[in-house]
């Protein structure tokens, strides 16, 4: 091959970081996922004085790994995240035999006991929120979403007639039914009739097309315009999708939720820490306490599990309920 030649070829190859966008957009990765992965594989360079991954391996990936649990006191999930970004890099994107791979141990993670709120104190930090955050957070609590579950929320994933919401793609890519709590109903159509509001002015503009999964929308080209598939929580502006640059609008931010929250548990004079995902927990928490079978509780969260869903039941071993203190 002339050597003018082989530097046009070589020219045209994408950049490492674009490399690992495509592979990752070509397996469906989440944006989310995406934009870590990437992160801490330019980290993981930078780390190394900008060597090219080739010229690395195992024993650099332990240095940095070791680096940010020593000086960067990174959490054990952090850590792994950090691990399977590099493990992806090396495997789908270089396309190196990984030998070495099962030399390099995760990092534990360590047992807790969940935050559980009493059913005051759950209504306390409730109360202090408003608008549309009061709304998330009473399904939070009363159907037991994650943050991310709750914010993803489309229009047709809501049955009035059933008294039901769908979770779409949950964690694991699973879909469960979950309930919808009776005492949300009025909150909630109100804030279905302001999405609608926007979503109209939205195409009056020329915009109104809902990010959907690549493959559905090539499926159903109409799709991101239809009501059904829009956001039950749109953000306040629309902003351009970093996966193909159009005009959007898309769904709230969970940082705008999590300070909402945050604020609230504040003023309630909560000592507790707080976060949205305190009212999953207290939502089990309170099922197992009013005496629902526990494997009806694991369905209404989505758990894998059983095992996941028995760390609840550390509740009932709390003073004045199932178990007594001889002392008592």
Partial sequence: MPQM???KC????????????????????????????VDWSRRFILHHGRRHPREMGAEEIRAFLTHLAVEGQVAASTQNQALSALLFLYKEVLEIDLPWVGDIERAKKPHRVPVVLTRDEARAVLDGLSGQYRLMGDLLYGAGLRLMECLRLR???????????TVRDGKGGKDRITM???????????????ARALHEADLREGHGRVWLPDALERKYPNAAVERGWQWVFPAERR?????????????????NLQNAVKVAAGRAGMTKPV??????????????????????????LGHKDVSTTMIYTHVLNRPGLAVRSPLD
Wanted: charged letters at 30%; aromatic letters at 10%.
């Fill in 239 to 255: 902003a351009l999708d970093p996966r193909g640059g159009m005009e959007r609008r898309h769904h709230v931010i969970e940082r």
């Fill in 10 to 37: 070589e020219d045209a190859k994408p950049k490492l970081l674009d490399a690992i966008r495509q592979a990752l957009r070509f397996k469906h990765y989440s944006i989310r996922t995406e934009q870590a992965y």
């Fill in 275 to 300: 976060s949205p995902h305190t009212f999953r927990h207290s939502f089990a928490t309170h099922l197992l306490e009013a005496g629902y079978d526990i494997r009806t509780v694991q369905e209404l």
């Fill in 155 to 165: 229009v047709k994933d809501i049955d009035f007639g059933y008294w039901q919401i």
């Fill in 180 to 194: 919808l709590p009776v005492s949300a109903a009025p909150a909630l159509r109100d804030q279905l009739d302001r």
């Fill in 5 to 7: 030649f082989a530097d």
